[in-house]
């Protein structure tokens, strides 16, 4: 048994084996007894009301099949009768832990050693894989511009387009917008008054020195019956810009 315990050394070889208790106790008078590998298969510890804590590797001395076996019969005697009153506790993992509480555990507690270096990896391979997925962009590719168009070539094509369709009107108005645009300035009106007769006619006959009722015809009169009254209107528009802008 390699103890002082006194049961030990009567019972002499036992079948304690089992759990082999790394821990050795502190308490005054404690034993260890039957080491295995250089630690104790059998604890006893005297407590300060009287009685013994014993604790034991395996409970393989205390079945009927080996108590014939060695001093097993002996050692479970003693242990079990050296006192009047006897509790026996068989630990398993639904038992309370002896621990202290140290208060409420947070999640991060809970975790295992070693999960923020695992975290840590997980994230460094995720952006590998993004990197390695990632969709790239090519090199930069030169694209030459549109062709540039004369504005003549513009105002051209879409006349034939009013032509084609006999939208004299639509041409007239552009024509008519477009010369009150330009005109309103150089009378003084504001060019958000361009094109409200009562307020262009009278500037511009001021600044003419003529009546307003030809400049009513001319430019908020009905649109031209024909391609020739349209050409008409557009140089008699004209005429009136060149006329307003003569010093």
Do not use: M
Not at 61 to 66: G, M
Request: aromatic share 6%; glycine share 8%; hydrophobic share 45%.
């Amino acid at each position: 048994p390699a103890c002082a315990l006194p049961a030990a050394r009567r019972a002499g070889t036992a079948e304690t084996g089992g759990i082999r208790y790394r821990y050795a106790t502190t308490a005054h008078g404690a034993d260890a007894c039957y080491p295995a590998d250089g630690l104790p298969t059998l604890l006893r510890v005297p407590q300060s009301r009287g009685g013994d804590t014993v604790v034991l590797g395996a409970p393989d001395i205390l079945y009927n099949e080996r108590l014939a076996q060695q001093g097993n019969a002996s050692l479970a005697l003693q242990l079990l009768g050296s006192r009047p009153h006897l509790v026996w506790y068989l630990p398993s993992l639904a038992d309370a832990s002896a621990a202290p509480d140290t208060g409420e555990r947070g999640f991060f507690d809970l975790l295992p050693s070693g999960w923020l270096w695992a975290a840590l990896q997980l994230f460094i391979a995720a952006v590998l894989a993004a990197l390695w997925r990632g969709r790239r962009f090519g090199p930069l590719v030169l694209e030459d511009l549109p062709v540039a168009i004369r504005a003549s070539e513009t105002v051209e094509g879409r006349a034939r387009l009013y032509r084609k369709v006999n939208a004299r009107d639509r041409a007239a108005t552009a024509l008519r917008t477009t010369t009150r645009t330009r005109l309103a300035p150089l009378v003084g009106v504001p060019a958000t008054q361009a094109h409200t007769p009562e307020t262009l006619l009278p500037a511009l006959s001021a600044h003419l020195h003529g009546d307003a009722r030809p400049l009513h015809d001319l430019l908020f009169g009905p649109p031209p019956g024909d391609d020739a009254a349209l050409v008409s209107l557009a140089d008699r528009l004209d005429a009136l810009e060149r006329e307003v802008r003569r010093p």
